[in-house]
């Protein structure tokens, strides 16, 4: 069993950054891969990025590629999601999750069914 703490969220100007963290708990916490998802409001949730274990191998959503970068700190148990240029569109809900395997497969650790644990969730709002 995992358990998954999001924190970092809040309001932030256009343009402006926030760093999200999740923190895990949990037997072998530092094997599973690690994704973030968002949830707008009215929409589906979404994958944002992964990171493999050792965070060799990283995966972003087209639409933060080059504004986010995902990284962990397997000392700590934490993973983070570094959120740069910020613009309204990435106003949501985000989500932290466990995977116990980094499929390798095309984008299959963009699908939430590929991960096996989740947070509550963390709230970022954007705007002026």
């Known amino acids: 069993q995992v358990q998954l703490v999001e924190s970092g969220g809040?309001?932030?100007?256009?343009?402006?950054?926030?760093?999200?963290?999740?923190?895990?708990?949990?037997?072998?916490s530092s094997r599973y891969a690690m994704g973030?998802?968002?949830?707008a409001p009215g929409k589906d949730r979404e994958f944002v990025a992964v990171i493999n274990y050792?965070?060799?191998t990283t995966s972003y959503a087209d639409s933060v590629k080059g504004r986010f970068t995902i990284s962990r700190d397997n000392?700590?148990?934490?993973?983070?999601?570094?959120?740069n240029s910020l613009?309204?569109?990435d106003?949501?809900?985000?989500?932290?999750?466990?995977?116990?395997?980094?499929?390798s497969m095309p984008s299959a650790m963009s699908r939430s069914v590929?991960?096996?644990y989740w947070g509550q969730g963390t709230q970022v709002t954007v705007s002026s």
């Open 87 to 89: 613009t309204p569109e």
């Open 54 to 56: 050792n965070g060799a």
């Open 114 to 116: 590929s991960y096996d």
């Open 36 to 39: 973030w998802f968002r949830r």
């Open 10 to 28: 809040g309001l932030v100007q256009p343009g402006g950054s926030l760093r999200l963290s999740c923190a895990a708990s949990g037997r072998s």
């Open 75 to 83: 000392a700590k148990n934490t993973a983070y999601l570094q959120m």
């Open 91 to 103: 106003t949501a809900d985000y989500y932290c999750a466990a995977a116990r395997t980094y499929y």
